[in-house]
């Protein structure tokens, strides 16, 4: 499961993942691997239009 690790991830630093950052974590290609550090800016850039 490609999206396993992310889910996992952000569960551990309690972080929630909006369906808008799931379908952004999902259109990232294997490349682009999605590591902790997609997931906190995809984050934060969620943050950031929410305020």
């Known amino acids: 499961m ?7 991830y952000t569960k551990h630093i309690g972080i929630r993942v909006t369906p808008e ?3 952004k ?3 990232m290609t294997s490349k682009e691997r999605k590591t902790i550090t ?3 800016r995809l984050y934060l850039e969620d943050l950031l239009k929410q305020s």
């Open 2 to 8: 490609p999206y396993s690790k992310p889910a996992k």
């Open 21 to 23: 950052m799931k379908i």
């Open 25 to 27: 974590l999902m259109k």
């Open 38 to 40: 997609d997931i906190l």
